[in-house]
């Protein structure tokens, strides 16, 4: 298959992007900066340069192939627009890359009983409401697209494309190294589901072999709480006991949207739609094994 892949020196498409090569797809994907593009074309995905405004180009790309996986921004809607209009009526697989902070709460460390399947309805926080929307006009795209959404829940593990890293675990990592201290947001008891790098790029696969026009999937094999996740990053790092920091200097550490939507919230979703269905067997370890085992030192 010929596919256009955005995000490609990114953490979710660089890994996507990089699986799909090395089965043998002929993999082209979205770089903005020349700087990286060969590190993308080490991993066997031809690079194109440009970005998520130019609208021709990713009209133009789409045209071109057989499928494509959105994975830059999961909340840019212009180059939604762009690559659906050149699948448009082509039956062709469009596979979106989604958060699922769009569940997420402001709970800023305290737990949360509320738990996420596809038929739950989802009243999103105001800012995340543009996410919803432009999931929904994804979906709507079918059956002209076969158009299908992937609801990320928190992902760890190495990358398996060009060096790059995720969103959550990074952050907490690289204020405990800076300060050597490990911070949680509050009392730390918000839960975030979470899924292994490796286990969501075979879901990204399966759903572009098999899943049906206009789907929507969460995509977890767990949870923990960030009390216990930031407390695992102390030990690995050979850290004195974690600490509670208060909503205010995390703020001003990761800002609004890292701390409140990525760190202090609860986003507890579960996939059992993605196994029933598309016959996903996620396999590798906890996010908290991981972390003992395997994160950077
Ligand atoms: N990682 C997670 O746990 C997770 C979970 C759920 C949802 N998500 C969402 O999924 C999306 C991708 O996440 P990620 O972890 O893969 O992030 P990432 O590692 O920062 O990757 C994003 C990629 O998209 C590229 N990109 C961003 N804006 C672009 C633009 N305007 N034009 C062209 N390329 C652009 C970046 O290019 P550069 O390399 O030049 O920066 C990078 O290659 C984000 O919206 C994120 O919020 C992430």
């Not at 298959?1 to 979205?30: D, E, N, P, Q």
């Not at 021709?56 to 994975?71: F, P, R, S």
């Not at 039956?91 to 596809?118: N, Q, R, W, Y």
């Not at 790098?197 to 789907?215: R, V």
Request: with cysteine; glycine share 10%; charged share 20%.
């Amino acid at each position: 298959m010929k596919i256009f892949v955005t995000g490609a020196s990114g953490y979710i498409g660089g890994s996507v992007a990089a699986l799909l090569a090395g089965k043998g797809h002929v993999v082209r994907g979205l770089v903005r900066s020349t700087a990286k593009a060969e590190g993308v074309r080490a991993t066997g995905v031809e690079p194109v340069i440009g970005t998520l405004d130019d609208a021709a180009l990713l009209t133009a790309e789409a045209q071109a192939a057989d499928a494509v996986i959105n994975a830059a921004d999961s909340d840019h809607q212009g180059a939604v627009k762009a690559l659906l209009t050149g699948l448009a009526g082509s039956g062709k697989p469009f596979i979106h890359t989604s958060g699922s902070s769009l569940v997420g709460d402001e709970a800023m460390g305290e737990p949360s009983d509320a738990i996420f399947t596809e038929e739950t309805p989802v009243k999103p926080e105001p800012d995340k409401e543009h996410r919803v929307a432009l999931n929904r006009r994804i979906i709507d795209a079918a059956p002209g697209v076969r158009s299908i959404v992937l609801c990320n829940s928190l992902i760890y593990g190495h990358t398996l494309g060009a060096p790059a890293q995720s969103v959550q675990i990074p952050p907490l990592v690289a204020q405990a190294k800076e300060s050597g201290i490990a911070r949680y947001i509050g009392r730390g008891l918000n839960i975030w589901s979470n899924v292994h790098i490796a286990d969501m790029a075979d879901l990204y696969l399966l759903a572009l072999e098999k899943a049906p026009a206009g789907s929507f999937y969460y995509v977890e094999n767990g949870e923990a709480a960030f009390g216990d996740l930031v407390r695992a990053i102390a030990g690995a790092l050979g850290l004195g006991e974690a600490r509670s920091w208060p909503a205010e200097d995390a703020i001003a550490r990761w800002g609004r949207e890292l701390a409140v939507f990525a760190l202090g919230s609860n986003s507890r979703v579960r996939a059992d739609k993605a196994r029933r269905e598309l016959d996903w067997r996620p396999t590798r370890t906890s996010v908290i094994d991981w972390v003992a085992a395997e994160l950077d030192r």
